[in-house]
């Protein structure tokens, strides 16, 4: 814990106080009871100028996935002057944890915030969680959000942390056609985009406050079911995407003290090399760790680097 500064060595206690001590937690209803606890200790008051609206969109196997509509009362100028996208902008937001947990309500402050500062509207996707309904379910709920966004004739902004920004990555693969269009572009925060546990990151943070390299085996096997990983699927893992010259424009935001941290050093390079417009904000996210979007209230680097975040989705959507 020495490269965390005194705030978020605070984060890590207030959340580690939501699970067991000494004890491994080894079920999903354990798993969710313990992060439900944990999120709804860290909740914040909601923006009051921002509208929420649940909604339920058929999804490709006749079931209906929960979305929540963010809507603020005010918007940017910049999306009503002359060089305004041609379709309405919204945000599409995937949230985190591990394809296990989450929910709309998990992320729901987050996302008003979110909301909030960026001016747009924004949608937050309730996909399907694993071990019940394991992989492809997840992408293939996100997809069917997208296109019928897409087909409402929105201009979108794919966000999402954790396993969530793994999901926007995914997305992004899959309707890179949109690209220039309708698809404004991707951000990502502390995303699993590489399905490698032999990075640097891996072996120097394996045993990081909060996401270690257990962690991520553990989940990785509920997402996927132990002995079937999809191989070099880029609906799974973004990396193993044949190509990235159509991807938009990409913002990733590392945490310095992840596993992960080295996956958005190597997207940055692969979208770089293919010519894709991409900014891997590593210093925005020195000191950090995985999961600190919760600590944005209680922790001076965690809230910059939330701001930097709306900054960024605003830009991308002028």
Do not use: W
Request: with cysteine.
């Amino acid at each position: 814990m020495t490269l965390l500064d005194a705030q978020m060595q605070a984060f890590v206690a207030q959340t580690m106080q939501h699970y067991p001590a000494d004890a491994e937690v080894s079920n999903t209803v354990q798993q969710r009871q313990c992060y439900q606890n944990m999120y709804l200790a860290f909740a914040s008051p909601k923006p009051a100028n921002v509208k929420s609206i649940d909604e339920q969109i058929k999804g490709p196997d006749g079931h209906f996935i929960p979305v929540r509509h963010y809507q603020p009362h005010t918007h940017p100028q910049s999306i009503t002057g002359p060089e305004s996208p041609r379709y309405p902008v919204q945000v599409v937001y995937f949230h985190g944890g591990g394809f296990v947990v989450g929910d709309l309500d998990s992320h729901d402050d987050l996302c008003a915030e979110m909301a909030d500062l960026c001016g747009f509207n924004l949608v937050s996707v309730a996909y399907r969680l694993a071990p019940e309904h394991r992989y492809p379910c997840d992408i293939t709920d996100c997809l069917a959000v997208v296109d019928h966004l897409l087909g409402q004739g929105k201009a979108i902004i794919l966000v999402g942390d954790s396993a969530g920004a793994t999901l926007a990555a995914c997305v992004s693969n899959a309707r890179s056609s949109y690209t220039g269009t309708q698809l404004l572009g991707q951000v990502l925060i502390y995303p699993a985009l590489a399905n490698d546990d032999t990075t640097p990151s891996m072996q120097e943070h394996a045993h990081a406050p909060l996401l270690s390299k257990q962690d991520m085996t553990f989940y990785h096997g509920i997402r996927v079911g132990e002995g079937h990983a999809p191989i070099q699927d880029p609906l799974c893992c973004p990396l193993h995407a044949s190509s990235f010259a159509d991807l938009p424009p990409s913002h990733l935001f590392p945490a310095q003290i992840d596993p992960l941290f080295d996956d958005c050093g190597l997207y940055a390079k692969a979208l770089s090399r293919a010519g894709v417009e991409v900014e891997n904000h590593t210093q925005a996210g020195d000191g950090l760790l995985h999961g600190h979007l919760r600590a944005r209230h209680m922790s001076d680097k965690a809230g910059a680097n939330f701001q930097l975040i709306c900054k960024t989705i605003l830009a991308l959507g002028r």
